[in-house]
């Protein structure tokens, strides 16, 4: 927990070192655009999943 912390820190020193401001950037819309869309995406994944192992499942159990 604590190496986590560490290169939190140490990432977030990184980048100001650079320049990038992390309000900046979380607000700007292009990336607020990017993490919809894999949000979407992982869902729909997700979904297409768990219908597939259910499905298999009940080809298993002989209910189809």
Not at 24 to 36: A, R
């Amino acid at each position: 927990m604590l190496k986590m912390v560490f290169w939190v820190a140490f990432g977030v020193l990184a980048l100001s070192f650079f320049g990038v401001s992390l309000r900046e950037l979380v607000q700007d819309p292009q990336t607020q655009d990017n993490f919809s869309f894999i949000i979407d995406l992982v869902r729909n994944g997700w979904g297409f999943l768990t219908g597939w192992v259910e499905g298999l499942g009940e080809f298993f159990r002989g209910e189809r």
